[in-house]
């Protein structure tokens, strides 16, 4: 149901409510579309970033994906400014990022998505949500990486959880902090 739907029908049960059967009328006044999705919530320095390195690193190495972001907040950022700041989907960076990858990095759990019956998201593929961290060990963001997920390839959650951790354990050496993230680099 559009959010449109939403709020129509409940101006007519709020007018049946209130007016009884007779404001039915004033229920069928237009109402306001929702508000635009929010714009960037925060902008990248110039210049490539230490995390974009990483980014390239990953593709170039990994051909069965199809994407790898980084989210977090960003140094500088207000508290709970949870954004992804680097991966592969450039134009996506700043972007506010959604309840469940805020969940991974509040919380430290991993997402295992696999989605293939989706409307507006057509590809299949095998998504792995899952908890950046740092050379120490420590949970400093979220990664998400997105396979290639062929019609009877055969894998299964298991195998894209292995591999999905086991890319971001072998990546933990190279984050010497979450700021190094950010550093620039050529």
């Known amino acids: ?4 739907t939403f709020s129509r029908r409940l101006a007519l049960a709020a007018a049946l409510l209130v007016g009884g059967p007779g404001a ?15 714009s ?4 990248s320095p110039p210049g490539k970033l230490y ?6 690193r990953i593709m170039a ?10 989210h977090g907040v960003p140094p500088g950022a207000a508290p709970k400014t949870y954004t992804m700041f680097g991966g592969s989907y450039l134009d996506r960076i700043g972007n506010p990022d959604d ?3 805020i969940m991974v990095i509040e919380t430290g759990v991993t997402i295992l998505d696999p989605r293939w ?3 507006k998201d057509v590809v299949r593929k095998f998504v792995v949500q899952t908890p950046l961290r740092n050379a120490a060990g420590e949970n400093i963001g979220l990664i998400v990486l997105a396979y290639k997920n062929p019609d009877k390839s055969g894998k299964t959650d298991k ?28």
Request: hydrophobic residues 40%; charged residues 20%.
């Open 99 to 101: 309840p469940d990858d």
């Open 51 to 56: 995390v974009q390195i990483l980014t390239d």
């Open 159 to 186: 195998d894209f959880f292995a591999a999905g951790t086991q890319l971001r354990d072998d990546l933990e050496k190279d984050i010497p902090s979450f700021a190094a993230l950010f550093e620039p680099r050529k």
């Open 24 to 38: 039915i009328c004033a229920a069928q006044s237009p109402v306001t579309a929702p508000p635009p999705a929010p």
């Open 1 to 4: 149901m559009t959010y449109s």
């Open 61 to 70: 190495a990994h051909p069965e994906l199809l994407s790898v972001t980084f």
């Open 117 to 119: 019956h989706r409307t």
């Open 40 to 43: 960037k919530i925060w902008t």
